[in-house]
């Protein structure tokens, strides 16, 4: 969020908290507040002081990089502005770095033989969580075009990177940036799992690309569906009213408690139709999340 800076007599400056801070922090006029350097960052500290959370992990070696993702991702989500690794062995930092990019404002400040030390440089205005999440809604909506558009033609080394680098670093920012904020207050676990599901519903789509070039199916007609069901989904988050959410709901439920799987299968050579009963069972899960924030 941007503010204004004003000029307050010959030397002061002074700047506006918005209403719905002050609101959301409980803030009223004449109380104290403090001005923290956090690295290049000024932070605001309100009624409880301002602790950056740091972690230390210690590792005999670092040889699986996956699994290093995976540690990282779990205190980056959980909020910590600085993350110590001490290893027995100095591993290679071109591999380091690839996978400190694949998340958003993480940086690798320090190596030595038997340490490295990564910082978070990361804004957490609740306006992005927002975006992040329609972001999500959008990546997502257009990946199931493209692929009925270009069906077995479609480029799987650029869907692949779009599933495993920008969606995955996507779900990440926003899940530490919705623990961090309490984003949501008492509704704050819907949003995290309504996060969490729409990576699931990304890297499910990739396996249905990948089953659909490997088959080459004629009929689009699963797919089609997927689209309108999940456009619909994407219409129920962003209105949040709680009779149309219910609506999407109860029509997703039908079409999942209609899906004839077995006779599907008997269709054709194909594992699409049961992807496709996966998906739609997923699509259930975030109409039942977006029906909690609309009540």
Same mark, same amino acid.
């Given at each position: 969020?941007?503010?204004?800076?004003?000029?307050?007599?010959?030397?002061?400056?002074?700047? $506006?908290?918005?209403?719905?801070?002050?609101?959301? &922090?409980?803030?009223?006029?004449?109380?104290?507040?403090?001005?923290?350097?956090?690295?290049?960052?000024?932070?605001?500290?309100?009624?409880?002081? &301002?602790?950056?959370? /740091?972690?230390?992990?210690?590792?005999?070696?670092?040889?699986?990089?996956?699994y290093?993702?995976?540690?990282?991702?779990?205190?980056?989500?959980?909020?910590?502005?600085?993350?110590?690794?001490?290893?027995?062995?100095?591993?290679?930092?071109?591999?380091?770095?690839?996978?400190?990019?694949?998340? /958003?404002?993480?940086?690798? @400040?320090?190596?030595?033989?038997?340490?490295?030390?990564?910082?978070?440089?990361?804004?957490?205005?609740?306006?992005?969580?927002?975006?992040?999440?329609?972001k999500?809604?959008?990546?997502n909506?257009?990946?199931?075009?493209?692929?009925?558009?270009?069906?077995?033609?479609?480029?799987?080394?650029?869907?692949?990177?779009? @599933?495993?680098?920008?969606?995955?670093?996507?779900?990440?920012?926003?899940?530490?940036?919705?623990?961090?904020?309490?984003?949501?207050?008492?509704? $704050?676990?819907?949003?995290?799992?309504? @996060?969490?599901?729409?990576?699931?519903?990304?890297?499910e789509?990739?396996?249905?690309?990948?089953?659909?070039?490997?088959?080459?199916?004629?009929?689009?007609? &699963?797919?089609?569906?997927?689209?309108?069901?999940?456009?619909?989904?994407?219409?129920?988050y962003?209105?949040?009213?709680?009779?149309?959410?219910?609506?999407?709901?109860?029509?997703?439920?039908?079409?999942?408690?209609?899906?004839?799987?077995?006779?599907?299968?008997?269709?054709?050579? /194909?594992?699409?139709?049961?992807?496709?009963?996966?998906?739609?069972k997923?699509?259930?899960?975030?109409?039942?999340?977006?029906? $909690?924030?609309?009540?």
């Amino acid at each position: 969020m941007r503010r204004k800076i004003v000029q307050q007599g010959s030397g002061a400056l002074t700047i $506006s908290l918005p209403h719905q801070w002050t609101k959301t &922090y409980n803030l009223t006029a004449g109380e104290e507040i403090e001005l923290v350097e956090d690295g290049p960052n000024l932070v605001i500290q309100g009624k409880e002081s &301002y602790k950056p959370k /740091t972690k230390e992990l210690h590792l005999k070696k670092i040889d699986n990089f996956s699994y290093l993702r995976s540690l990282i991702a779990s205190m980056y989500k959980a909020g910590y502005n600085e993350i110590i690794i001490y290893t027995q062995i100095q591993p290679p930092l071109q591999e380091i770095n690839k996978v400190i990019n694949t998340f /958003t404002g993480l940086e690798l @400040v320090e190596q030595t033989e038997k340490k490295i030390r990564i910082k978070a440089f990361l804004h957490s205005d609740e306006t992005e969580i927002e975006h992040l999440i329609i972001k999500l809604f959008q990546t997502n909506n257009t990946f199931l075009k493209e692929i009925e558009m270009n069906w077995e033609k479609t480029d799987l080394n650029n869907a692949q990177t779009l @599933v495993r680098f920008n969606i995955r670093k996507m779900r990440d920012h926003c899940l530490r940036m919705i623990h961090i904020r309490n984003f949501g207050k008492e509704k $704050s676990y819907e949003y995290y799992d309504v @996060v969490t599901q729409l990576e699931k519903v990304a890297a499910e789509q990739l396996e249905l690309l990948e089953e659909i070039i490997k088959t080459k199916p004629k009929e689009k007609k &699963y797919v089609a569906k997927l689209i309108i069901n999940f456009e619909a989904l994407y219409k129920a988050y962003l209105k949040k009213e709680e009779q149309f959410s219910n609506t999407i709901w109860n029509e997703q439920r039908i079409y999942l408690q209609e899906f004839n799987l077995k006779k599907k299968l008997k269709e054709g050579n /194909t594992l699409i139709p049961i992807l496709v009963y996966f998906l739609s069972k997923r699509f259930l899960h975030i109409a039942s999340r977006i029906v $909690s924030l609309s009540s």
